[in-house]
């Protein structure tokens, strides 16, 4: 088998989605971690991060 252009623009259109839903999962992922905090935990990393970066 030959390996011509439109092959390679078709492999290379199969990486760009397979890259982009690899990015949706891991945003998804990120997104259901980020709700699973109660509004005090929330709070909590917020004042731990601002001493933090108070503190500099």
């Known amino acids: 088998m030959r390996f011509t252009?439109?092959?390679?623009?078709?492999l290379a259109g199969i990486a760009g989605l397979v890259g982009v839903a690899a990015t949706g999962v891991l945003v998804a992922r990120s997104e259901r971690q980020r709700?699973?905090?109660?509004?005090?935990?929330?709070?909590?990393?917020?004042?731990?991060?601002?001493?933090?970066?108070?503190r500099g």
Do not use: M
């Not at 709700?35 to 108070?54: I, M, Q, S």
């Open 35 to 54: 709700r699973a905090y109660t509004p005090d935990e929330v709070r909590e990393r917020l004042h731990a991060r601002y001493a933090r970066v108070d």
């Open 5 to 10: 252009r439109s092959h390679a623009w078709k």
